[in-house]
């Protein structure tokens, strides 16, 4: 079944305090460039992606909007660090309904739109050695 095979990384994010404070980090100490910046009221996060000089890297920052987002939690619970990695697959429906079968424990049960216009689905760390894992389909015009 090799449209359930993760075609790569699509990118890498961290939980942080100050969105501004670890752009600057980012982008003035290791040199990578702001790529986007995104505002998910739903989710409670401001997002900025980094990308890499190669281009082939991503880092996404999330700062919690307020005390009710999971990003506040998180950080009030482990501090800043690791949040989460993005596989990048195709057909994330298929992916999900696979995942399902296995008895996966998904977050979200269905896909749905996620920062950049892109189709995610987060499946919980409980089943993925402790990490929370994002599924992103990119629409084809940015792959
Ligand atoms: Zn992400």
């Known amino acids: 079944m090799s449209e ?3 075609r ?3 990118h890498i994010a961290l939980a942080v305090n100050s969105l501004s404070e670890a752009e600057n980090l980012y982008v003035n100490v290791l040199g990578f ?3 986007h910046r995104e505002v998910i009221e739903d989710q409670g996060v401001k997002t900025s992606m ?3 000089r190669e281009g082939e890297t991503s880092i996404e920052l999330l700062e919690p909007l307020d005390g009710s987002s999971p990003i506040s939690e998180f950080l009030l619970k482990r501090g800043e660090g690791i949040h989460h990695i993005c596989f990048e697959v195709e057909n994330i429906e298929n992916y999900l309904e ?3 079968l296995l008895d996966i424990e998904l977050i979200d049960e269905s896909p749905r739109i996620g920062a950049y216009g892109a189709t995610v689905a987060f499946i919980h760390p409980k089943s ?3 990490v929370l894992v994002e599924l992103a389909e990119i629409p084809k015009e940015k792959t």
């Open 33 to 35: 460039e702001v790529e």
């Open 98 to 100: 696979h995942m399902k």
């Open 8 to 10: 790569k990384i699509n």
């Open 128 to 130: 993925m050695n402790g």
């Open 4 to 6: 359930s095979k993760v």
């Open 50 to 52: 980094l990308l890499s």
